[in-house]
């Protein structure tokens, strides 16, 4: 019987929350755990995003011409510049957060709270950013064709400057029906029709003889292939479908599987940056209630500050390998 009482007491010392393994107590060690399993997560999609686009690099989309858009400066060509804008502001958000959980090691409630808020307003600050650049790469500025094979077409002028589809389409007498499965096929669908028909564009691109079109094949100089206009009315003739912007089915900026991992990826992040603003939004008002104040730690502050930069990490992955390489 005594030796059973020593075992247990033992066992109480060890595995009771008395030793701390690396000095971290048993939630900081939990949200470490935590944090290196959602690291593996993000470097599985970051790599199958590598693997994809080296499998169809001659045909994906470009950056610089996909992220080209900045609040109030319609029809100014900045490549990722607002982008840019997102990271920074995501960056000095870890910097709040860090000031905070320094103020908290000194129980200064009052800078902990101004911190805090100042963190909150800079994730949702990129939350909206990120909302606004998923709104531009949705609806699409110029609009292309898809042949029955597959392929991009995008439209320039003989300078190789992009031209919208409104700049040039057609109008027709014709009348479109939106497609759906109570009109035709369970398998036939579409979301909506789009501004411009096939023929439409068809009829306008052959009223504007210095129209070319621009292929989503790569060359060597990194550029866009560019048709001849025998060539480009030889493509043309194969459109199947007018794409406006990009969606999980159709890409008017190039390969489909750049929209999939554009969504999936970043869209993914963004909900990690939701998670900890509603996290962050919560521990301020703690704070706020002195709750910490009275436990005389504020080591949740440094718990959900462990997450933020994890976040943040991560968010500077993704800028490099998804907007930048």
């Known amino acids: 019987m005594t030796n059973t009482v020593t075992t247990e007491t033992n066992e109480q010392k060890t595995w009771g929350g008395g030793n701390e393994p690396m000095g971290a107590s048993y939630g900081k060690l939990m949200m470490w755990f935590f944090i290196l399993s959602d690291a593996l997560t993000f470097s599985g999609f970051l790599a199958a995003y590598g693997f994809s686009r080296f499998k169809f690099i001659e045909t994906w989309p470009l950056p610089d011409e996909v992220f080209n858009h900045f609040p109030f400066l319609h029809g100014q060509n900045v490549p990722m510049l607002y982008v840019a804008l997102m990271t920074f502001i995501l960056i000095f958000s870890s910097v709040t957060m860090v000031l905070a959980v320094d103020a908290g090691h000194h129980l200064n409630k009052g800078k902990v709270a101004i911190y805090m808020f100042l963190t909150i307003i800079g994730g949702l600050i990129f939350l909206g950013s990120q909302a606004w650049e998923w709104k531009n790469f949705i609806h699409g500025e110029y609009g ?182």
């Not at 064709?145 to 014709?174: C, H, M, W, Y």
């Not at 194969?238 to 929209?259: H, T």
């Open 144 to 325: 292309a064709i898809e042949t029955k094979g597959g392929s991009i077409l995008q439209f320039v002028d003989k300078n190789g400057n992009r031209v919208a589809l409104e700049k040039f389409a057609a109008t027709l007498p014709e009348e479109r029906e939106h497609l759906s499965r109570d009109k035709g096929r369970w398998f036939m669908e579409e979301s909506s029709l789009p501004t411009y028909s096939v023929a439409e564009v068809q009829a306008g691109f052959k009223s504007h003889p210095d129209l070319l079109i621009r292929t989503e094949k790569i060359t060597s100089k990194k550029h866009k292939t560019v048709l001849s206009r025998v060539e480009s009315e030889k493509m043309l003739a194969n459109a199947e479908y007018v794409v406006e912007g990009a969606n999980l089915i159709r890409n008017e900026y190039g390969q489909k599987l750049f929209a999939n991992f554009f969504f999936f990826i970043t869209g993914f992040h963004g909900f990690h940056v939701f998670t900890g603003v509603l996290i962050n939004i919560i521990i301020f008002f703690n704070v706020l209630l002195g709750t910490y104040d009275k436990r005389k730690s504020y080591e949740m502050v440094e718990k959900v500050g462990l997450y933020w930069h994890f976040v943040d990490l991560v968010w500077v992955f993704v800028f490099t390998f998804f907007y930048l390489v």
